[in-house]
């Protein structure tokens, strides 16, 4: 069935400036009410006339509602508990509340206003990511000496350093995501439904 009525989007920029600054965490893929999706990253105008909407209008009614990719669908959960479209999804998001549809599965990141944040857990986390970076800029540079020498010979020595920066640098990312999940807990801003 059609909504009668035209929902009210707002743009990305929109919906998220009165947290800024603020941080994200993935929170992982779950069922969200297409009613709760405010936000598009992309002007209604261009996914309503697009023939990307079309062309998924037409799948749907062949096939019915399918979440075959949920985490193509990206949303940012806002503190008011409402979401916004991070980056892709815009068509399914629209069409699915054109359509009323009950749920829809998306891969869901938790938006934490950085004024939200004590300290000590601000600093825990720049010093996390700092770290990542830091693991990561050296993988990156010993994968490309081992690109150059997989040609000539192998080189254990730094084989085994690649794999450990690959994952300390896991490691850090980990680390951030549980202290900030932990966050969100104790802020009340996890959404009711539990993340797969």
């Not at 940012?76 to 629209?94: C, E, I, M, Q, W």
């Not at 080189?155 to 640098?169: G, H, I, M, P, S």
């Amino acid at each position: 069935m059609i909504k009668l009525f035209k929902k009210r989007w707002m743009l990305f920029d929109q919906v998220v400036k009165p947290y800024k600054p603020y941080v994200t965490v993935d929170y992982g893929i779950m069922p969200v009410s297409p009613s709760d999706i405010v936000g598009l990253s992309l002007p209604v105008s261009k996914v309503r006339n697009g023939d990307k909407l079309k062309e998924l209008r037409n799948s749907v009614e062949q096939k019915g509602w399918k979440d075959d990719c949920p985490a193509d669908l990206h949303l940012y959960r806002l503190p008011n508990g409402k979401y916004t479209v991070a980056s892709d999804g815009n068509h399914r998001t629209f069409l699915s509340n054109q359509l009323d549809v009950p749920k829809i599965k998306a891969m869901v990141s938790l938006l934490i206003p950085e004024n939200y944040i004590p300290e000590n857990i601000k600093a825990k986390v720049e010093e996390y990511e700092s770290k990542e970076q830091t693991y990561r800029s050296e993988a990156e540079k010993l994968h490309e000496t081992l690109q150059n020498l997989a040609i000539k010979q192998k080189n254990t020595k730094e084989e085994f350093a690649f794999k450990n920066y690959c994952k300390l640098t896991e490691d850090m990312y980990h680390k951030r995501q549980h202290t900030l999940i932990g966050l969100a807990r104790f802020l009340n801003l996890l959404p009711n439904e539990a993340a797969e």
